[in-house]
C-alpha cells in the first residue's frame, strides 16, 4: 500500500498559487518525500523532494510540518500546462534502491 | 542525450501471446522499475531490479517475467498468464545520490 495519502482532484485558477497537500503520517526518520507529476499518457517528471526543511527550486516549494507528518507542494502561479497528476511518495533516497510504491495522486485542474 | 527509452510505444497482440517490453538506460543508474497504469489510475510496481542478476517483485508481478543481465537494460515480458494484460507501461530508474526517478516514456499494449 502506498504511504501516502492525496486528494483524489483540486482546482486553481490561473495565475493563482497551487497548495497541493499530501498525508505520510507514518513517515520514518530517515525518507524523504518527493512529489512527481504525471501529463496525460507521459512518463511522470520529478519536481521536487526533501527530508525536513522547506525545499523551493525553478518549479516549486515544498513545505514539510515540523512533525513530517505531512506536506504541501506550492506552484507559485499555475498555468494551464500545470494540469496534471501529482504524485506525493515517501522514499530513502541515498543508497537504498527499495521498492517505491505510488498512490493515486491528485488530479490537478487549471482553470482559465 | 542521457535518459530511457522504452520501445514499442505502442503495441497490438492477441490474446494468449506472450511480449516483450524493452527498456533501455545510459544514465549508470544500478536500480531500475516496472510499473503499470490503467486509465485514471496510479502507477502499480511490478518488478523492481536492484543491481544486475538480481530483481524482486512489487506488488502485481504475477503473469509478468524480466531479467536484468545487462545494467542498461531491464525488460519486461507480459505472459499469457496475466489475465488483464492492456496497460499503459512504465519504466524508470533512480539516480542514487538524489533518489530521483527518472522515467521512460511509456509503452502503450492492447490485447485483442
Known amino acids: 500500500d502506498a504511504k501516502t495519502t492525496q486528494p483524489p482532484s483540486m482546482d486553481c485558477a490561473e495565475g493563482r498559487a497551487a497548495n497541493l497537500p499530501c498525508n505520510h503520517s507514518t513517515i520514518s526518520g530517515n525518507e524523504y518525500v518527493y512529489w512527481y507529476r504525471q501529463i496525460h499518457s507521459q512518463g511522470p517528471q520529478y519536481i521536487i523532494h526533501?527530508?525536513?526543511n522547506n525545499e523551493t527550486n525553478e518549479m516549486a516549494s515544498l513545505i514539510i510540518t515540523e512533525d513530517r507528518k505531512s506536506s504541501t507542494l506550492i506552484l507559485p502561479h499555475a498555468t494551464l500546462r500545470d494540469t496534471a497528476v501529482y504524485y506525493c511518495?515517501?522514499?530513502?533516497?541515498?543508497?537504498?534502491?527499495?521498492?517505491?510504491?505510488f498512490g493515486k495522486g491528485t488530479r490537478l485542474h487549471i482553470l482559465p | 542525450d542521457g535518459g530511457i527509452t522504452q520501445s514499442p510505444k505502442y503495441l497490438f497482440r492477441k490474446e494468449g501471446q506472450n511480449v516483450t517490453l524493452s527498456c533501455e538506460q545510459n544514465?549508470?543508474?544500478?536500480?531500475m522499475y516496472w510499473y503499470r497504469q490503467d486509465p485514471g489510475q496510479g502507477l502499480r510496481l511490478i518488478y523492481y531490479?536492484?543491481?544486475?542478476?538480481?530483481?524482486q517483485k512489487g506488488d502485481i508481478a504475477e503473469g509478468y517475467s524480466v531479467s536484468r543481465e545487462k545494467k542498461e537494460s531491464f525488460p519486461l515480458t507480459v505472459t499469457s498468464a496475466q489475465k488483464n494484460p492492456t496497460a499503459f507501461y512504465l519504466c524508470a530508474s533512480t539516480r542514487r545520490d538524489t533518489g530521483e526517478l527518472f522515467f521512460g516514456e511509456g509503452s502503450r499494449l492492447t490485447v485483442l
Open positions: 526533501g527530508l525536513k
Open positions: 511518495i515517501v522514499r530513502f533516497a541515498m543508497n537504498r534502491d527499495d521498492k517505491i510504491i
Open positions: 531490479s536492484q543491481i544486475v542478476n538480481d530483481f
Open positions: 544514465l549508470n543508474h544500478d536500480a
